[in-house]
């Protein structure tokens, strides 16, 4: 669908009417007195896969998880297909959102995490299917067909009545891909979902992220160490230093022809 | 020695016949206790520091001050409460009176099952857009009770143990038998070794099978201790 | 039976003063047993991991029979059953108390010091043994030390339950908390509210200080232990 954005294009495939599915406004986060972003300003467009990269402890994290409502931003907002994500209107004015707001708003994201957080007293096609059933209200024939389905296409069609402990990491972390995608969400979160992995094992999740981005259709945000593997999926590459974006723009530009010093710097330790 | 064979098996089928209600204080007690422990653990979650203050430390007093001045008080002492107080069977007042100790306990267990949840299953949960109610009862609570199931059984045990404080306020289990059998042929010594028999032979084979339960637990979840600092999970404690 | 009456100033006057004759007997049953009991637990546990067999089955036994049964049970066997069995009178009420208390939490103890002495040997042996310690060296220098403060939560826990312990001595006549407590059931009895929730108090008051105690323990214990 969207194969390069400069940004010029990005600017264009807006005016032609294509809203950001998701847009950061200027969103601040401290913990205690530690300011860990320092005013980030993000569009995401359908569709669009954005690799996010930089040093550890520059809140590579945080920005996706301010984003599936796991931290809440200190200032600043965050529109998801806009709707105000942390704040509802409430008699006219600008409220902090209550529970039933962010489900409501948070129905579109998805997340893949680091160490991959499945549901161990549930068999991995029962780890799939419970959101679905519960939250989507889908029917359990329905829920389970599209369940199997996804773990076919993540390959572990032949596992559906395992439990997770019986499994490999690299395969946990593709039921827990599955898990999400069943739930179609328009914008999926990957938090550096290989860094738990064995070598090894690194290859078959990320065989499965590519196929995923290849559909196309679902917007993307990849929180990674895999430079080789964000220069090929990417549409954009932000390199996050010290709470701000220090640089953006196509794998092209930002990986393989770094002007920010500190980029280079970090990129030198990651491609040798 | 001084030791009457006689008496001796006289003194059994007389003493045993308040095992049933012995065994019967302490299910009901600890059915009891099992759900007051819910209340604490609700109470303490409570997001305001003025409750949690109050509700913290009216369990440290609970816990820290004798079950059996607390029987005395809830049997003698309830009645003469003005405008509340109502007389209680002795069996209700220990009811209620072991029931809440053990539940301050109770609660605990409750509470390190629910941290031995790792964190990464609630975000887990919220990614996949639950209620808050659909996280508690089909990713939570499923797996923090599991852990929790030896330590509630020692717990069990335990409280067996401390059933005969009720004999104090007139409960006719095996202690108070015991002490009837004791003025009636004056002489003691035969009546309380029953007593020490029934117990040994009824708590020992349970501590083994809790045990075993543990054992079984620790091998299906190698996961961290929940060993929270109050609760008496390595080998049974008493609580007296 | 008015409010005002249950808790006028002039019962409190009363009560204070006779409850705060027991506190001496309750702390001195306290501090008997908890000297008496830890020494127990210490000769008890290291008996528990012994080489010879016989002192192990005998500790072993003794460590089950006072686990299996209640400590009502084993004061009123000490009290009123062991003197006329072997005719050897333990003399007083007191020694009866503390003998029980401290047998009975011992018995608990034991296994407290011998987990502990267990947890740190399996890790800290072979670095001992690397430095060509003796079996005498590593138990002083390398395992009892860490061993000891792995007791600490335990034991301060314990401590707490020994304070409600002491209450039992009341049922084998002496004049503790809550003997006074009690006494006033028969002479005045609209006032055993307040009596006894005041009693209450009191050894709330005595728990207190193992409280935070015990909280100390545990974050000593957290430090200085190999894990």
Same mark, same amino acid.
């Not at chain 1, 549930?122 to 329905?142: G, Q, R, Y």
């Not at chain 1, 593709?174 to 290989?194: H, Q």
């Not at chain 1, 981005?213 to 996050?240: C, K, W, Y």
């Given at each position: 669908?969207?194969?390069?954005?400069?940004?010029?294009?990005?600017?264009?495939?807006?005016?032609?009417?294509?809203?950001?599915?998701?847009?950061?406004?200027?969103?601040?986060?401290?913990?205690?007195?530690?300011?860990?972003?320092?005013?980030?300003?993000?569009?995401?467009?359908?569709?669009?896969?954005?690799?996010?990269?930089?040093?550890?402890?520059?809140?590579?994290?945080?920005?996706?998880?301010?984003?599936?409502?796991?931290?809440?931003?200190?200032?600043?907002?965050?529109?998801?297909?806009?709707?105000?994500?942390?704040?509802?209107?409430?008699?006219?004015?600008?409220?902090?959102?209550?529970?039933?707001?962010?489900?409501?708003?948070?129905?579109?994201?998805?997340?893949?995490?680091?160490?991959?957080?499945?549901?161990?007293?549930?068999?991995?096609?029962?780890?799939?299917?419970?959101?679905?059933?519960?939250?989507?209200?889908?029917?359990?024939? /329905?829920?389970?067909?599209?369940?199997?389905?996804?773990?076919?296409?993540?390959?572990?069609?032949?596992?559906?009545?395992?439990?997770?402990?019986?499994?490999?990491?690299?395969?946990?972390?593709?039921?827990?891909?599955?898990?999400?995608?069943?739930?179609?969400?328009?914008?999926?979160?990957?938090?550096?979902?290989?860094?738990?992995?064995?070598?090894?094992?690194?290859?078959?999740?990320?065989?499965?992220?590519?196929?995923?981005?290849?559909?196309?259709?679902?917007?993307?945000?990849?929180?990674?160490?895999?430079?080789?593997?964000?220069?090929?999926?990417?549409?954009?590459?932000?390199?996050?230093?010290?709470?701000?974006?220090?640089?953006?723009?196509?794998?092209?530009?930002?990986?393989?022809?770094?002007?920010?010093?500190?980029?280079?710097?970090?990129?030198?330790?990651?491609?040798? | 020695?001084?030791?009457?064979?006689?008496?001796?098996?006289?003194?059994?089928?007389?003493?045993?016949?308040?095992?049933?209600?012995?065994?019967?204080?302490?299910?009901?007690?600890?059915?009891?206790?099992?759900?007051?422990?819910?209340?604490?653990?609700?109470?303490?979650?409570?997001?305001?520091?003025?409750?949690?203050?109050?509700?913290?430390?009216?369990?440290?007093?609970?816990?820290?001050?004798?079950?059996?001045?607390?029987?005395?008080?809830?049997?003698?002492?309830?009645?003469?409460?003005?405008?509340?107080?109502?007389?209680?069977?002795?069996?209700?007042?220990?009811?209620?009176?072991?029931?809440?100790?053990?539940?301050?306990?109770?609660?605990?267990?409750?509470?390190?099952?629910? /941290?031995?949840?790792?964190?990464?299953?609630?975000?887990?949960?919220?990614?996949?857009?639950?209620?808050?109610?659909?996280?508690?009862?089909?990713?939570?609570?499923?797996?923090?009770?599991?852990?929790?199931?030896?330590?509630?059984?020692?717990?069990?045990?335990?409280?067996?143990?401390?059933?005969?404080?009720?004999?104090?306020?007139?409960?006719?289990?095996?202690?108070?038998?015991?002490?009837?059998?004791?003025?009636?042929?004056?002489?003691?010594?035969?009546?309380?070794?029953?007593?020490?028999?029934?117990?040994?032979?009824?708590?020992?084979?349970?501590?083994?099978?809790?045990?075993?339960?543990?054992?079984?637990?620790?091998?299906?979840?190698?996961?961290?201790?929940?060993?929270?600092?109050?609760?008496?999970?390595?080998?049974?404690?008493?609580?007296? | 039976?008015?409010?005002?009456?249950?808790?006028?100033?002039?019962?409190?006057?009363?009560?204070?003063?006779?409850?705060?004759?027991?506190?001496?007997?309750?702390?001195?049953?306290?501090?008997?047993?908890?000297?008496?009991?830890?020494?127990?637990?210490?000769?008890?546990?290291?008996?528990?991991?012994?080489?010879?067999?016989?002192?192990?089955?005998?500790?072993?036994?003794?460590?089950?029979?006072?686990?299996?049964?209640?400590?009502?049970?084993?004061?009123?066997?000490?009290?009123?059953?062991?003197?006329?069995?072997?005719?050897?009178?333990?003399?007083?009420?007191?020694?009866?108390?503390?003998?029980?208390?401290?047998?009975?939490?011992?018995?608990?103890?034991?296994?407290?010091?011998?987990g502990s002495i267990v947890a740190v040997a399996q890790g800290q042996r072979e670095a001992a043994t690397a430095l060509n310690m003796s079996r005498f060296q590593r138990m002083r220098l390398v395992i009892f030390p860490q061993a000891v403060r792995m007791m600490l939560p335990e034991f301060g826990n314990y401590l707490i339950q020994m304070v409600k312990a002491t209450s039992l001595v009341s049922l084998i006549g002496m004049k503790d908390i809550l003997y006074y407590g009690d006494r006033f059931r028969f002479s005045e009895i609209s006032m055993t509210p307040i009596v006894l929730f005041l009693a209450l108090v009191f050894y709330f008051i005595i728990a207190l200080p193992l409280i935070f105690l015990t909280r100390k323990m545990e974050d000593i214990s957290k430090k200085g232990v190999a894990s």
């Open positions: 669908m969207v194969d390069t954005v400069t940004s010029e294009e990005q600017t264009a495939n807006v005016n032609k009417g294509l809203d950001p599915i998701v847009k950061y406004e200027n969103v601040h986060k401290s913990f205690g007195d530690v300011d860990v972003l320092k005013g980030i300003n993000l569009d995401i467009l359908p569709g669009e896969k954005v690799a996010v990269i930089g040093p550890s402890g520059s809140g590579k994290t945080t920005i996706i998880r301010m984003l599936m409502t796991l931290e809440e931003p200190t200032s600043g907002h965050i529109i998801v297909d806009g709707k105000n994500l942390w704040e509802m209107e409430k008699n006219g004015e600008l409220v902090p959102a209550n529970e039933k707001h962010l489900r409501q708003v948070r129905g579109d994201i998805g997340m893949v995490f680091q160490h991959f957080n499945l549901f161990p007293h549930m068999t991995i096609l029962e780890n799939c299917m419970t959101a679905p059933t519960h939250v989507k209200k889908m029917s359990k024939k /329905e829920a389970k067909e599209q369940s199997i389905q996804m773990l076919e296409k993540v390959g572990l069609g032949d596992k559906l009545d395992n439990y997770p402990n019986q499994l490999s990491g690299g395969q946990k972390q593709r039921v827990a891909m599955a898990r999400a995608l069943v739930m179609r969400p328009k914008v999926m979160l990957f938090d550096e979902v290989t860094s738990a992995l064995d070598p090894e094992l690194v290859g078959e999740v990320l065989e499965v992220i590519r196929d995923i981005a290849n559909e196309g259709e679902m917007a993307m945000v990849l929180v990674t160490h895999e430079m080789e593997f964000a220069i090929d999926v990417a549409d954009r590459v932000l390199f996050l230093d010290e709470g701000v974006i220090a640089e953006e723009g196509p794998p092209s530009e930002v990986i393989q022809n770094p002007k920010n010093e500190r980029l280079q710097t970090f990129l030198h330790r990651f491609l040798g | 020695m001084n030791w009457n064979n006689d008496l001796f098996f006289q003194a059994l089928p007389f003493i045993s016949k308040g095992i049933w209600i012995t065994l019967s204080l302490t299910i009901v007690c600890y059915v009891f206790a099992l759900i007051f422990g819910f209340v604490w653990t609700f109470l303490k979650r409570i997001p305001n520091k003025a409750i949690n203050w109050v509700v913290t430390w009216t369990m440290e007093f609970i816990r820290s001050t004798p079950p059996l001045v607390q029987l005395y008080f809830i049997f003698y002492a309830w009645p003469e409460v003005p405008y509340v107080g109502m007389t209680l069977s002795p069996f209700t007042s220990a009811v209620i009176g072991l029931g809440i100790h053990f539940s301050t306990y109770i609660s605990e267990v409750y509470r390190s099952g629910i /941290e031995s949840v790792d964190k990464g299953q609630w975000e887990a949960s919220t990614a996949l857009n639950f209620t808050t109610k659909q996280k508690w009862t089909k990713i939570i609570l499923p797996q923090a009770i599991r852990p929790t199931i030896p330590m509630l059984g020692n717990y069990l045990i335990i409280l067996f143990k401390e059933v005969p404080l009720a004999a104090t306020i007139g409960v006719v289990g095996i202690l108070h038998l015991a002490g009837d059998f004791g003025s009636q042929h004056f002489r003691n010594i035969e009546a309380y070794t029953v007593v020490a028999l029934l117990f040994l032979l009824m708590s020992y084979p349970s501590a083994l099978l809790v045990n075993k339960l543990e054992k079984k637990m620790n091998m299906k979840f190698d996961k961290k201790a929940t060993n929270g600092s109050k609760t008496l999970n390595d080998s049974e404690g008493a609580v007296s | 039976m008015t409010l005002e009456r249950v808790i006028s100033i002039n019962a409190l006057i009363e009560i204070f003063p006779t409850l705060f004759q027991g506190v001496k007997i309750t702390i001195l049953v306290l501090l008997g047993s908890i000297v008496v009991g830890y020494f127990l637990a210490f000769i008890a546990g290291f008996c528990l991991l012994s080489n010879n067999i016989i002192l192990r089955t005998l500790t072993r036994f003794y460590v089950e029979i006072f686990r299996g049964t209640s400590l009502i049970v084993q004061l009123f066997w000490l009290y009123y059953a062991l003197p006329m069995l072997f005719n050897i009178d333990l003399g007083s009420n007191y020694l009866a108390g503390v003998l029980a208390i401290s047998l009975n939490y011992g018995a608990y103890m034991s296994e407290v010091v011998r």
